[in-house]
């Protein structure tokens, strides 16, 4: 069964921003120690970035459902980045650029919850794999792109060229949620449950509490990168290797989200659970750059098994009147828990190794996924 045109177009919308936001990524360590900052400047940037859009996530799912739409948290999610591009361009001190990384991470704090409860009421309880898994291929192609192109068009533009140019796909997103329809409301919005744990069902806490337990697990990606240098590979080699893994996880994603909706969401979260189990373990005992990359790639599997299949599992447990408060509530208390889980794996790996560090979080993977396998109950109780 062809998905509704709605699930392509949002998917589109993700790609050009994450085009749009992947062009710009890779070089604002190098433009901010242009404008006199430190390590210790790009630090309070990019932390307070992700810790804002971790924060906004719960007030637009909150404010989505409150006024019963979702197009309007979208428009207002999506528009920030791209109306707000030419004060990166034209930035002249780090706080400049700090001002620019709130307001785009504000922008998709605000969109990620409205749109995943978009994509769940839009489509079939039985497709809903395969629409987040096409999404996060999308979105995933999106940031394959983005360093592509700016390492293409660096030589040419220069790094604030490249930043101007960024508003041109950002620009384009925002102009393709126009063409998004969302099914009118019948009545006034229903009354919401009090936002809170207790007001939410059984089955979405307990999915919570693992998925915290398993979000300490959840270091930042640049571990691996270090790990792959620190097993000799070369930093151009290290550049391809992730170019490769982002690539796999976009071809990835719709397959696994259709073979979710065939065996059961609740499998491909599991499966999800083990693989990253199983490519910790890997980077702790990997001895040669070969194997090294092998288990890089193993994660795009694990990346394209879990992140669509988790999105939409989750789906299934919330209630309709809050679905984009609970969707939202759940990404903040995962995102919160992003910052300690890296910063405790970077104490690990100084203080111990890598070795230490990886096996660590191999060891939160495995609890997550013993309580998962434990809790047969949380199967979905609520219409889409």
Do not use: C
Not at 1 to 14: D, E, F, H, I, K
Not at 56 to 75: N, Q, T, Y
Not at 286 to 300: Q, T
Request: a positive charge; zero cysteines.
């Amino acid at each position: 069964m062809r998905l509704p045109a709605l699930v392509y177009l949002l998917g589109l919308v993700s790609l050009l921003m994450d085009v749009a936001s992947e062009m710009v990524y890779p070089l604002l360590p190098l433009f901010l120690a242009s404008l006199g900052a430190g390590a210790g400047t790009l630090g309070l940037v990019e932390g307070m970035a992700e810790a804002t859009a971790s924060l906004f996530k719960v007030v637009g799912g909150r404010v989505s459902d409150r006024l019963g739409r979702r197009k309007p948290l979208l428009l207002l999610g999506y528009g920030l980045p791209a109306l707000f591009r030419p004060l990166l361009a034209l930035a002249q001190s780090p706080f400049h650029v700090l001002l620019y990384r709130f307001l785009d991470r504000t922008g998709k704090g605000l969109r990620t919850a409205p749109r995943d409860a978009l994509l769940a009421e839009g489509v079939a309880q039985d497709a809903l794999g395969r629409a987040y898994g096409l999404h996060r291929g999308l979105d995933t192609l999106g940031a394959t792109l983005g360093p592509l192109l700016a390492f293409l068009l660096l030589p040419h533009l220069g790094v604030r060229g490249v930043f101007w140019a960024s508003a041109i796909p950002a620009s384009l997103a925002f102009l393709a949620l126009f063409l998004v329809r969302e099914a009118p409301r019948q009545g006034p919005p229903p009354a919401l449950p009090p936002l809170g744990l207790r007001a939410m069902p059984p089955s979405y806490r307990r999915f919570l509490l693992i998925s915290g337990i398993f979000a300490l697990a959840l270091s930042s990606n640049a571990f691996l990168l270090l790990r792959l240098r620190n097993l000799g590979l070369s930093q151009e080699a290290v550049t391809l290797a992730y170019t490769g893994y982002n690539l796999l996880y976009a071809l990835l994603s719709y397959p696994l989200g259709s073979l979710a909706d065939r065996v059961g969401l609740r499998r491909v979260v599991a499966l999800g659970f083990f693989l990253y189990a199983l490519v910790y373990l890997g980077f702790a005992w990997a001895e040669s750059p070969a194997w090294g990359v092998a288990f890089l790639l193993l994660y795009a599997l694990y990346s394209a098994a879990f992140e669509g299949s988790s999105r939409a599992y989750l789906a299934t447990l919330v209630p309709k009147e809050a679905k984009a408060s609970a969707i939202g509530l759940y990404h903040t208390v995962v995102g919160v828990l992003l910052f300690p889980a890296s910063l405790l794996f970077g104490l690990l790996w100084q203080a111990l190794g890598p070795e230490v560090a990886f096996a660590a979080g191999a060891s939160l993977a495995l609890l997550a996924l013993f309580l998962f396998l434990l809790d047969g109950k949380g199967r979905g109780a609520y219409p889409r």
